[in-house]
Every structure is written in C-alpha cells, then in structure tokens.
C-alpha cells in the first residue's frame, strides 16, 4: 500500500529488511509500492470496471498499532475509508489481519518467537474489529504463517531475516497461538 512513513505508520519487519543490502532484489522496497494508500478510490473504481465482487486486503499492523501497541486513529481512518469505498462500489471486502509486517519495535522484542507477540497480536486483532466489525464479513487471521516462520525465522530468506530453528519453531507455535487468541470464531461472518 505504500506510504510506509505517513499519518503514524512506523517501520514494519519488512521495511527494515528491505534496506539490508541484497536483501531484496533490486534493492526494492514497500515505500511507494502500488501506492495504493494515496489511490485506493482510484484502485476500488478499477476493481468495480472489472466487475469485480470480492477484494481481498491485508490490514498493517504497523499502520494501525505502529509499536505493537497504543492506536493510530489515522491508520485506522484509512482502512474505514477503504471499506467504505468497496461497500459503495458493491464489492465485498475481505480483510487480512497480518500478512508479514510485524511491528519492527515487536521484533526487536524477540519477534514472533517471543509468546508476547501473540497476546499482542489478539490485541490489535480486537482493535481492528472494533473499528471495523460491523462492515467486515470474512476474516483472515495470517497470511501464510508457514512463511512468517520459517522463511522469516529458520532460513532468513523472508523478513525479519534469522536463521535460528528454534526460534522459527518458536514462532510457528506463536503464530498458531495469536490466531487461537484472536477469537475470530466469535467475530460476525467466521466459522
């Protein structure tokens, strides 16, 4: 979505890592990215030209709670606005809690391999709900969690970069762990 440095957003694991020289290639980054941030109207009226029904998105962890932590009402805003626009255009919206961007200051806590991560995870969770429960119908919990922890934490090939088996072993179990803490199963549209 880009604009990884606006309205509260602070670095996620992924931003860091993409600065870690040969990290990415190209040297790329998230910074701009599609810019869907600054486009999403724009993005949402090419979505119903196309016809189509279903958009399926993934929220920023560190957009919403930049340290892990504390609210960004701005970061929230976004998400509202962007869900908003899909109810208008009849597109139907399909929200990912986490797809990678752990909150750096998280990470630099021990990341997902520390079991804290998880209660913090089910905390954001419940805030992103709060905010935006009564539009949301379909629910995903993690993108991929296989990849956050052992290409994140065992190869090192995905951000944050580690390469400890235990410590991806550690973040598999915590990741499973957020999820089951998030409680989706009682959230309107999940079963």
Known sequence: ????????????????????????????????????YHRYAADVDLMRDMNLSGYRFSVSWARVCPDGGGVNPKGLDFYARLVDTLHDRGIVPWLTLYHWDLPQRLEDAGGWANRDTAYRFAEYAAVVHEALGDRINFWTTLNEPWCSAFLGYGSGDHAPGRTDGSDALRAAHHLMLGHGLSNLGNLRGVG
């Open 1 to 36: 979505e880009g604009a990884s440095r606006e309205d509260g957003r602070t670095d996620s694991i992924w931003d860091t890592f993409a600065r870690k020289p040969g990290a990415v290639q190209g040297g790329d980054d998230g910074s701009v990215a599609c810019d869907h």
